[in-house]
């Protein structure tokens, strides 16, 4: 999924109020800053897997700052990433229960 597609994507999920986006296996590098506009989110997969060698993640090294706004956000899956730091955003989301960075 390229960044244009992503965008409309975001922008069909915020219309739609979803509470759970799946972004996993999507090819991506990186999140773009209108992450921020989902609000509602509850659960956010960027990936997933059972173990290190069946992971369906993506290429992101890092989450954009507006991660932020996504105080709703309960559930983080970042498994099979490159994600080098944790970004100081992350403990700035009041309702997270669980982080995968598997």
Known sequence: M???????FIDQVLAE?????NLSDQNLSDLPS???????????????G???FSSMGNRI????PEIVHLIHLKKLYFI?????TM?????????L????LS
């Open 2 to 8: 390229n960044q244009d597609d992503l965008r409309q």
């Open 17 to 21: 109020g979803w509470t759970e986006l």
């Open 34 to 48: 209108e992450i921020g506009k989902l609000t509602q989110l509850e659960v956010l997969i960027l990936g997933y």
């Open 50 to 52: 059972d173990d290190y």
């Open 61 to 64: 090294k890092k989450l954009p």
């Open 80 to 84: 099979g990433n490159k994600l080098s």
């Open 87 to 95: 970004p100081l955003e992350i403990v700035q989301l009041p309702q």
């Open 97 to 100: 229960q669980r982080l995968d």
